[in-house]
């Protein structure tokens, strides 16, 4: 390892995106190596998009950025390929390692770069690690990073393991094991797709004043969500329980008073199947 | 002693816990709320025997902190941003009264608009309170300066509250090596404090009681003098500390490569460390930068910057806050400190990374390029997207 060697993770709150990035830190460090690592946050809520940043170097690292040429993007969450733009900056050369249950093969990616994919989702939920709908892949991300690049030993990310995730230890050091073990990396070189082109900042309208440049409700943030409510209408009384619980004010009413999903803006949270009083709600996974 | 990955809020959360303090109160907000909800875990495992008290806002923790620390006790306290200007008037009641409270702030910027960055807005507008400010570069720096300010807080010379201050996220959420002395090591730098206890249960006192100006101006000369007395302390402080633990972070103002430079930038915080690989690959090029890195801010070392104005022909003083209608604060500092002494190199102010704007490499490089080029007086509105930054008040 000549210089410095930066990862960049891309997942959503709730996956273990950030945790995964310090857990790398600690495991580069038992290794000998010198890490530096911290995450970015916009809001602070499960599902929204998390990213975060790990420097691993031998001495102690002369800068204080975010990464914006990474040599490894980690993707935690496959729908994130769509909706950010995770490739952004990739050195010639590096690696894009996606959970996913689709082959490497797949995965898009500037030309000459490597790929790797590992079904980190069915791991975790083997070992028990999360929920069906949210389950928490970073152990098993991890385990697939030390198989498919120089950046941390196994040996020093079981221990990290060990030593610094607050649960289920076993079970997490179990989903980077199998994570090491499944990874599929392909070379080759594809043509270079971005998944989301990035706005010039420079070219943003900026408002008058300290205004949002627009209405929230046009921020579509529905694509935060795993579950879905559905609304057995021959149940509801038309009390307006989920209207009033909702925080995302993500329920409106038809003529006759009974709930309709807006489902730009409902992120899954599932408050409102909770709250209502005739159980009229079910949350089913999102196709 | 041992090296751990930690963050800068974990830096000080263990330096508060190493200090032994006896009472903590703090309400949350990002991106503080690690600091204190760390302390609160060791309070409730009673691996720290301190009162946690939970308040129902910033003014409240740091009134109970103040109380507390005028019957004794070693408190500290924890906040940033919206959360520290709430207490802006217990500020001025902490330093008046003279409780040497210790208190960490995430330096993140204040709204509107809303926005969770790194940013110096927060102190630099708490300023004139009576605190001294110090501004930490490294988590390790972060946890060395609090165990220090515990020290200089509580100089029976001094006996003024201390802020240790840290950027939002380039350090409160940011691990990396930090080495923690060992609990021994701390207690024989950092005593117990001295029961100088002002408010004594059973014995009846007052405490800021009303003042007519007959005796008010010998209360507020009291304060300027303790203050006058911070670098002496300090400088004891910090040489203590460093024949014990073997580090030192260079004083009020931590300078590089200036000796022999034309042109020197002063920085605060995270940029320092950027900054600082770019003096080097300049040097490496063969220009002659160097860097002073402003570690405290209140007091402001002004004999410092006299001495440096002496070395160098241009300096460059870049800010992370503003102060509207004048320029940035640590600008306005600097060429005040300077005007009174001999030597008065070209200055000029840069303004940087306010809402956590990242301040890269290639942006202090283009500062020293302006800096060593045709630059001239004013304020530099930096990484703006069209060339609108400049503002200069005649």
Redesign the interface.
Known sequence: MAAVIEIRFHGRGGQGAVVASELLAQAAFLDGKWPQSFPFFGVERRGAPVTAYTRIDTHPLGVRTSITTPDVVVVLEPSLLRTQPVTDGLRDGGLLLVNSSHPAEELVLPAGGRRAAVDANRIAVTHGLGSLTMPIVNTAMLGALAAVTDVVSMEALDRAIQEFVPARRPENQAAASDGYHDVRVVGGTLPFTPSVPRAAAATLPLPEGPMASESSERYHTADWRTLRPVIHLEKCTRCNFCWKFCPDDAFSFDAEGYPVLRTDYCKGCGICAVECPPRAIEMVEEA | MTLQ?MSGNSAQSYAAALARVHVIAAYPI?PQTTIVEKLADFAASGQLPAQFVKVESEHSALQVCVSASSLGARTYTATSSQGLLLMHELLHWAAGLRTPIVMGVVNRAVA??WN?GADHTDTMSQRDTGWVQFYAESNQEVLDTVLQAYRLAEDPAVRLPVMVTE?A??LS?????VEVPAQTEVDAFLPAREARAVLVPGRAARLGSFTGPDHYVEFRHEVAQAMARVPEVFRGVEEDYRSRMHRYHGGAVATYRVDDADAVLVTMG??S??A??VV?ELRAEGRKVGLAKLRLFRPFPAAEFRELAGLVDRIGVVDRSFTFGAEGPAATEVAAAIYSGPHHPFLTNYMVGLGGR????QLVRAIFDRLLGAEGPGTRWMDL??DAGEVTHG
């Open positions: 990955v990002t509107p608009p969770l950027d996220f380039y959420h940011t691990v990396e090596p995270t940029m460390t950027t600082r690989s080097d990242e301040v890269t490499p997207p069209q």
